[in-house]
């Protein structure tokens, strides 16, 4: 059967309706979380910033992990989104995320459409570390930085909310609510991640804003208010510091 051009572009533009509606519904939804200025009463605190890069593939969002060297001085061989600590050359949080992204998996900072800057967490070494959220494209092919990364994989983001693989203990330094862990089985290598801890949190609250879902297991925050929540969370551990 002959297809004409007219024809091909049609079914082409019409695939693409689906993956135009996730991404913007999804943009709406984290948008409205978007921390802004918000926090900018807190003191002065050593920073860090993570790019979540977020894209659709066969219908379904989907983020991007990594495999962190295991020669690393700090959170040798753990996954983790694409980030680092802030640099003086760095104007903000997502002048961090984005620097931290290319220098690490090749992403340039112009194939990053960034949708909003998330609620900051105190990791366990005193950082506030604050989560960058951005679209990139499903055809984007990560160069890894061998110094810094093994290894790149993807996850549906709705992995995230299945209490399958998850699991939870309480009481770990540092953390908000209960302390999470997932074990994904990448079905492109064969390999099996052990994602936990702020990383692990990190995922959970997107999928939860951008799904507009609830875990089947308990996320340890108010979904319903979640500012309220994390600044509350954020005042105990800057009394503690």
């Known amino acids: 059967m002959c297809v004409s051009r007219s024809s091909a572009l049609l079914l082409a533009e019409t695939e693409c309706l689906p993956t135009m509606h996730i991404k913007e519904k999804a943009t709406d939804l984290l948008k409205r979380f978007d921390i802004g200025d918000k926090l900018s009463y807190l003191p002065v605190l050593p920073k860090a910033s993570v790019l979540i890069p977020l894209f659709v593939k066969d219908g379904q969002l989907h983020t991007l992990l990594t495999l962190r060297s295991k020669e690393l001085r700090t959170s040798a061989g753990e996954v983790c989104f694409p980030g680092g600590k802030r640099d003086p050359s760095d104007t903000d949080d997502v002048d961090t995320a984005l620097r931290e992204a290319e220098e690490e ?13 998330l609620f900051p967490i105190i990791n366990k070494t005193g950082l506030l570390v604050t989560p960058v959220v951005g679209f990139i494209e499903e ?22 909310t299945s209490e399958k693989d998850h699991y939870a203990a309480h009481g770990a330094a540092g953390m908000v609510g209960p302390w999470h862990s997932f074990y994904f089985e990448d079905p492109d290598s064969g390999s ?7 990383t692990a949190m990190f995922a959970i609250l ?4 951008a799904l507009k879902k609830t875990p089947e297991f308990e996320v340890g925050f108010d979904s319903k208010d979640l500012l309220s929540f994390f600044q509350e969370a954020l005042h105990r551990r800057i009394s503690k510091l």
């Open 105 to 117: 998996i090749g992403l340039r900072p112009d194939d990053v459409e960034v949708v909003c800057t």
């Open 139 to 160: 055809s984007f092919h990560p160069s890894p930085n061998p110094a810094e990364v093994n290894a790149v994989f993807t996850v549906p983001l709705d992995f995230f």
């Open 192 to 198: 099996r991640y052990h994602i936990f801890g702020l």
């Open 206 to 209: 997107v999928s939860t804003v």
